[in-house]
């Protein structure tokens, strides 16, 4: 655990008071690291208050804090304050890659796992390298250190393709 680096989760830190206390805490030098990190996880959902309160140590943070604010709409989050950060926009990765980087690891550890199978969790995943490998915990768990097409589709709930296709 480190002491500079603090996750907020906006969701639950919506209110005024919470941004007071945070501005109380940014005053405070780094424990260990060149920079005190704040990062505020679903930033959206701050209420405007909130926000209002937070634009102030945002227009001016001590030399040594770094906020990051993290979300998915980016759209709620006010202009006032758009207008005075960076923008790093994070896309999420092919299931070409996810499949590759699932292939490496399970190669680590020495788990055999079937390309198709690898293929099927990457498309499930989604884009998320985190999500695919969440199932693939779950199928590891299930299947042991062989992981097959057929497990893979037992565990997720899917058909087999070969029907619809001949449908």
């Given at each position: 655990i480190d002491l500079d680096v603090?996750?907020?989760?906006?969701?639950?830190?919506?209110?005024?008071?919470n941004v007071r206390e945070l501005r109380e805490v940014?005053?405070?030098?780094?424990?260990?690291?060149?920079?005190?990190?704040?990062?505020?996880?679903?930033?959206?959902?701050?209420?405007?208050?909130?926000?209002?309160?937070?634009?102030?140590?945002?227009?001016?943070?001590?030399p040594h804090v770094v906020f990051i604010l993290a979300t998915t709409e980016m759209?709620?989050?006010?202009?006032?304050?758009?207008?005075?950060?960076q923008q790093f926009v994070f896309r999420k990765i092919t299931p070409e890659e996810v499949s590759a980087r699932l292939e490496?690891?399970?190669?680590?550890?020495?788990?055999?796992?079937?390309?198709?199978?690898?293929?099927?969790?990457?498309?499930?995943?989604?884009?998320?390298?985190?999500?695919?490998?969440?199932?693939?915990?779950?199928i590891v768990a299930f299947s042991g250190r062989s992981v097959a097409a057929t497990d893979v589709a037992t565990i997720l709930g899917l058909s087999d393709t070969r029907v619809f296709t001949r449908i």
């Open positions: 603090r996750e907020i989760d906006a969701a639950t830190y919506t209110q005024v008071d940014t005053q405070f030098q780094p424990a260990r690291d060149r920079r005190r990190i704040f990062i505020i996880d679903e930033a959206h959902m701050l209420s405007t208050a909130a926000w209002n309160a937070l634009l102030k140590i945002i227009e001016e943070p001590p759209h709620k989050v006010p202009a006032t304050i758009l207008s005075r950060v490496q690891i399970c190669r680590k550890e020495g788990i055999e796992a079937e390309t198709e199978a690898l293929d099927v969790i990457a498309r499930r995943g989604e884009g998320s390298v985190r999500d695919s490998l969440s199932l693939l915990d779950q």
